[in-house]
Nanobody, 124 residues
Framework: QGQLVQSGGGLVQPGGSLTLSCVAS????????MGWFRQAPGRSEREFVA????????TLDNSVKGRFAVSRDTAKSTVYLQMNSVTPEDTAVYYC?????????????????WGQGTVVTVSS
């Protein structure tokens, strides 16, 4: 059984940048689609942020398009979420997730394995 271990969260000022990492130990990223989700304070559901398919194609939610980017290093089994021009509305617990599938999916229930979550707070 694989494990997803996240790092890189913290406090960032509005307009700043932050990179989240997710080390996917025991996962072959050429066979897994990897997603990023977030759960904002007071919200019960995890909302889709971005994903990168097993073929390397990426999808971003409209709320982050043009500001965030998702990438991966298959040799390091690591997926990244580069966050730029952040706003207070980006404050949330961010999760990486894996699904053994060809394609991205925007629903959290479609992912089988999850990281532990990392807190991102955007505040001045």
């Amino acid at each position: 059984q694989g494990q997803l271990v996240q790092s890189g969260g913290g406090l960032v000022q509005p307009g700043g940048s932050l990179t989240l990492s997710c080390v996917a130990s025991g996962f072959d990223l050429s066979t897994y689609t990897m997603g990023w989700f977030r759960q904002a304070p007071g919200r019960s559901e995890r909302e889709f942020v971005a994903c990168i398919s097993r073929f390397g194609g990426s999808t971003l939610d409209n709320s982050v398009k043009g500001r965030f980017a998702v990438s991966r290093d298959t040799a390091k089994s690591t997926v990244y979420l580069q966050m730029n021009s952040v706003t207070p509305e980006d404050t949330a617990v961010y999760y990486c997730a894996a699904r053994r599938s060809n394609a991205c999916h925007g629903y959290a229930r479609e992912y089988d394995d999850w990281g532990q979550g990392t807190v991102v707070t955007v505040s001045s």
